[in-house]
């Protein structure tokens, strides 16, 4: 059996990329598969305005560039590629990669979370540039602006609610009549003077061009009648999606396919942990998957000491 490996981290966000700062600091050695289109959703996002220590903001991809190569400083060795399944039938439990094979100890997956996307046409010349998945993230920069939202359950509530902070009016834009989420969201945001409706459309395209984004072809989903909506961003709160699937079922998740931490970080398997979006209903910052990767290459480095070495 070639090299057994104490740790294997699959998954390059900010949480990926601290459990990696963490574990090569702590002398594991681990080896991070960061995945083709590596760093995570902040690779889609503008400037991160909230991560402290930047006083004057960051870039996404500049911070995941930076905290990647923090990991590497230590000697994390990182590797651009997809996981595209796992053994965790056996110890040490098996990653498969291509036609490779490594072998490790313990497992830290750390593979987020993506925002479902409309794939309108035209969306790919716009994600991150009129288009965005994370109002958190990129609201601040539609100050005294107008943008739609589109979904109707309870994140579209909350995002909606959260832009009128900074949008001069927010259109939420759902293709039923009847909304999805719960009813104290649903009221906070009927109540917000800010807020109007387009209930019964659908996104079919989005005007603009590259670089240059100015509303969408809204179809409404009773009559198929088509009208253009000026605006100056839109925010998709469709759904999030856990990116476990390379899991194949062998990590018990929640009835969302969200991993389920059992003790302390470890999941459902001994001496597998996650962190960050992978099992984050709740919170899904930059900061906080960064934290939960701490905590998870403590539990990690722990639960090695106790059970292997
Ligand atoms: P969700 O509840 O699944 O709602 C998704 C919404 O997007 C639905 O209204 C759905 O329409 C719409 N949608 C889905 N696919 C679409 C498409 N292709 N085109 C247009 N619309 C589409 O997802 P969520 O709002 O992200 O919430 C997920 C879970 O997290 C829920 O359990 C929610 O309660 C929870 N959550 C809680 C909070 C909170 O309490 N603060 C905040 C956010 C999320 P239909 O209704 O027609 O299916």
């Not at 072998?103 to 790919?124: D, M, P, Q, R, Y």
């Not at 900061?287 to 539990?299: N, P, V």
Request: net charge negative.
């Amino acid at each position: 059996m070639s090299d057994v490996r104490d740790v294997i981290i699959i998954g390059s966000g900010p949480a990926g990329y601290t459990a990696g700062l963490y574990t090569s600091r702590a002398m594991l050695n681990p080896l991070l598969f960061a995945g083709f289109s590596s760093g995570g959703q902040l690779m889609l996002t503008s400037d991160v305005e909230n991560f402290p220590g930047y006083p004057d903001g960051i870039g996404g991809p500049e911070m995941m560039m930076e905290l990647r190569s923090q990991a590497a400083r230590f000697g994390c060795k990182i590797v651009d590629k997809n996981v595209d399944s796992v053994d965790l039938s056996e110890r040490p439990f098996k990653v498969n990669v291509g036609s490779e094979i490594y072998f490790a100890k313990s497992l830290i997956i750390t593979t987020g979370a993506e925002a479902i996307w409309l794939n309108a046409e035209n969306e790919e010349i716009h994600k991150g540039r009129g288009i965005s998945t994370c109002a958190t993230c990129d609201g601040a920069f539609f100050r005294d602006k107008e943008v739609i939202v589109i979904g109707g359950g309870d994140s579209a509530m909350e995002e909606a609610n959260f832009l009128t902070r900074f949008c001069s009016k927010v259109t939420i834009v759902h293709r039923r009549e009847g909304l999805r989420s719960s009813q104290i969201m649903e009221d906070r945001a009927k109540e917000n003077p800010k807020i109007q409706w387009k209930l019964n459309y659908q996104v079919k395209s989005w005007l603009g061009s590259d670089g240059n984004f100015e509303g969408a072809t809204l179809v409404n989903t009773k009559t198929n009648e088509e009208e253009n909506f000026s605006c100056d961003g839109a925010f998709i709160a469709i759904g999030h999606k856990p990116i476990t699937s390379f899991l194949d079922g062998q990590v018990e998740t929640d009835e969302h396919g969200y991993l389920l931490w059992k003790e302390n970080s470890m999941t459902s398997v001994s001496g597998v942990f996650a962190g960050g979006d992978v099992v984050d209903t709740r919170y899904r910052q930059a900061i906080t998957a960064a934290g939960m990767g701490c905590m998870a290459a403590i539990d990690a480095e722990r639960w090695l000491e106790d059970n292997v070495h």
